[in-house]
């Protein structure tokens, strides 16, 4: 099974549909919730379009909060 990671400010907004898919797809996901210092420091420079939601799937990104839920979507069924 991939391993999943979910990157996001400690609010709803753009990744909660994701979280909500990972949830009743019962997935297993690491729920990584991101303050603004950590985005500065940490996770900016690597993020795909230095935006987030990011979804980590097995060390691969994938940006942008509508493609990661319809990626979730067809994988989950």
Partial sequence: MPSYQLIYWDARALAEVSRQLFVLSETPFEDIRITRDQWLKKYKEDSPLGKIP?????GKKLAQSHA??????????
Avoid: V
């Fill in 54 to 58: 990011i979804l980590i799937i097995d």
């Fill in 68 to 77: 990661i839920a319809r990626y979730l979507a067809r994988k989950f069924g």
